[in-house]
């Protein structure tokens, strides 16, 4: 690939925040704590990642203990997402039914009490923490509403994707635009947005057609700027669930020509949230105090997924040869499903 990329359009301010040595040091002591990440190589490319940095740029006015609590979940995000799809887990749907079952337990305050001797997968205990300390403070259409979005990301992710790689079955570019936004989490993280901020959007502002777009469309921006950088990445490691992949396949489009048609689709995306965003205003403009930081909460993802891309060297093409080798990083207790298709044996210490 070209060594450097199309410019994508973002007219929004560089932001960060000023706690983020703060939620490294968090992080490192969270990921251990839980058993996300323990093995030194798994370890040095958790760091190298820098997802403090990534949240500090995504929620530059988040509070220490917010801040915190969104690279918690990011990070979980990340995790599960690289076992699936970077590792034999994701090209197996059977493989995964458990532990989704499993998470859904948690979730919906069911999941049984794990035998004494026995060690829960690192993305259940991960999971449970982060559920305590993140749904009873909320309000319960929120809690309803995240709790939707997060099992709807692990359902496709484990039947929709998986299902494709199983069969070799490549998408249409529609059906992935339109899924993308659930097997890439970012509803999850975008509702974490009310969170942070400290609001509740009522379920009519949330109905309103031009909140659906300015979220659809910002998600976008979200997930397809990830495709354009993460593009070299995926196609070392066969993945066709990405919209550059997709356009040069259905399209016949060169390398340089898809990547620039996509980075013209985000153009137009951001200036549709743009357009959402005034009408949205002036519609409800008794609701600016809940409406602004939550448009504004959108702009910080689109500006702040957009810096991190471009610095994080979990995209940088000098490194991508690591993903050549995704069993030098993934942890296979994670989610407690050997890559043969085992149960992971319960992980006694680092």
């Not at 509403?145 to 997060?150: A, D, E, S, Y």
């Not at 709807?152 to 635009?177: C, D, F, H, K, Q």
């Not at 979200?222 to 259905?250: P, T």
């Amino acid at each position: 690939m070209e060594s450097e990329l199309p410019d994508i359009y973002c007219p929004f301010p560089q932001r960060s925040n000023p706690h983020v040595a703060h939620t490294r040091a968090h992080l490192d002591e969270w990921t251990r704590r839980t058993g996300l990440v323990h093995r030194e190589s798994a370890r040095a490319r958790f760091e190298q990642a820098d997802f403090g940095s990534f949240v500090g740029m995504v929620h530059p006015t988040a509070s220490p203990e917010h801040l915190d609590l969104v690279a918690d979940w990011f990070v979980w995000l990340f995790l599960v997402d690289d076992q699936l799809d970077d590792g034999h887990l994701g090209r197996n749907p059977e493989r995964v039914r458990d532990v989704v079952a499993r998470m859904r337990a948690v979730v919906e305050g069911t999941a049984p009490r794990v035998p004494p001797g026995e060690e829960a997968p690192a993305a259940l205990v991960a999971l449970a923490d982060l559920w305590e300390r993140t749904v009873p403070r909320a309000a319960p259409h929120w809690r309803t509403r995240f709790t939707g979005h997060l099992m709807t990301y692990l359902t496709m992710t484990t039947t929709w994707e998986a299902g494709n790689r199983a069969t070799g079955a490549v998408p249409s570019e529609a059906a992935y635009i339109s899924k993308r936004r659930h097997t890439g989490a970012i509803h999850v993280c975008m509702d974490l947005i009310e969170i942070v901020a400290g609001i509740q959007a009522p379920e009519a502002v949330h109905g309103d057609p031009r909140f659906v777009t300015a979220l659809e469309a910002s998600c976008n921006v979200v997930c397809w700027a990830n495709d354009v950088y993460s593009y070299e990445k995926e196609q070392m490691l066969g993945e066709i669930h990405n919209l550059v992949h997709l356009v040069r396949h259905h399209r016949g489009y060169g390398e340089r020509q898809a990547l620039e048609h996509v980075c013209a689709a985000i153009a137009t995306e951001t200036e549709r949230f743009l357009t959402a965003e005034d009408e949205l205003l002036e519609v409800f403009p008794q609701l600016t105090r809940t409406l602004v930081p939550y448009l504004d909460g959108m702009r910080s993802w689109m500006r702040g997924n957009l810096d991190w891309s471009r610095q994080t060297p979990r995209y940088n093409p000098a490194a991508v040869s690591q993903y050549a080798a995704p069993g030098e990083y993934l942890e296979e207790t994670v989610l407690g499903v050997a890559t043969d298709g085992a149960v992971a044996a319960p992980r006694t210490g680092d």
